[in-house]
Nanobody
Framework: VQLQAYGGGLVQAGNSLRLSCAASGLAFRSYSMAWFRQAPGKGREFVAA????????AYGDSVKGRFAISRDNTKNTVNLQMNSLKPEDTAVYYCAAGQGVISSSMKRDQAYTYWGQGTLVTVSS
């Protein structure tokens, strides 16, 4: 299984960035997908998740209303549209995949089996 996250970079505060994660080696449609992030010196934080058929979506409180997660089951990709970026959004962003993820577990990193290598997002003030 491989999860390849890309799209990170340096952006000014207030601007937008779109991350994508390409999955291979797994039955993508049957997996819930998520984004987590980790800022320097901090723990891993839940960002967004989407269940396997896109029927349920969850967001972390700090990104709600600014970020949007989506998936394309025909291309085996999950996307994270990030708008109104803030310096505190600076982090390495990881995509993750998990099977059998129930609603109450969507925000927990333990619910996800496979993880990508991460892509760095830097937001300047």
């Amino acid at each position: 299984v491989q999860l390849q996250a890309y799209g990170g970079g340096l952006v000014q505060a207030g601007n937008s960035l779109r991350l994508s994660c390409a999955a291979s080696g797994l039955a993508f449609r049957s997996y819930s997908m998520a984004w987590f992030r980790q800022a320097p010196g901090k723990g891993r934080e839940f960002v967004a998740a989407i269940r396997r058929y896109g029927g349920e979506i969850a967001y972390g409180d700090s990104v709600k209303g600014r970020f949007a997660i989506s998936r394309d089951n025909t291309k085996n990709t999950v996307n994270l549209q990030m708008n109104s970026l803030k310096p505190e959004d600076t982090a390495v962003y990881y995509c993750a995949a998990g099977q059998g993820v129930i609603s109450s577990s969507m925000k927990r990193d333990q619910a996800y089996t496979y993880w990508g290598q991460g892509t760095l997002v830097t937001v300047s003030s």
